[in-house]
């Protein structure tokens, strides 16, 4: 089992910057990757960021290059996204995923296999 739990979501004006973390828990958390995907209002999910089995790449959806920065600290379990020159398309419910390492495809939700509870991004102008 992995436990996700998310925070710092909250309302900011166009243009701002919002930090978001992921703890992450649990007795075999070390053979899952964490990404973060997006939901706004009657879309679907939608994949945002993420990083490769290995670590070592480090994967965008295209409406977010250049604003958005995934990180971890591997030694406490955390993932962060930090998201600078936000835009109001980007007001959604913000989730972190675990999937299993070098198992399925790292854009697609249906290869996540753990699921935080989502945290809300408001972007306001």
């Known amino acids: 089992q992995v436990q996700l739990v998310e925070s710092g979501g909250g309302l900011v004006q166009a243009g701002g910057s919002l930090r978001l973390s992921c703890a992450a828990s649990?007795?075999?958390?070390?053979?899952?990757?964490v990404g973060w995907f997006r939901q706004a209002p009657g879309k679907e999910r939608e994949f945002v960021a993420t990083f490769s089995s290995a670590g070592s790449i480090t994967y965008y959806t295209e409406s977010v290059k250049g604003r958005f920065t995934i990180s971890r600290d591997n030694a406490n379990n955390i993932l962060d996204l930090q998201m600078n020159s936000l835009k109001l398309e980007d007001t959604a419910v913000y989730y972190c995923?675990?999937?299993?390492?070098?198992?399925?495809?790292?854009?697609?939700?249906?290869?996540?296999?753990?699921w935080g509870q989502g945290t809300q991004v408001t972007v306001s102008s």
């Open positions: 649990g007795r075999t958390f070390t053979s899952y990757v």
């Open positions: 995923a675990a999937r299993r390492r070098y198992s399925g495809t790292y854009s697609d939700s249906r290869s996540y296999n753990y």
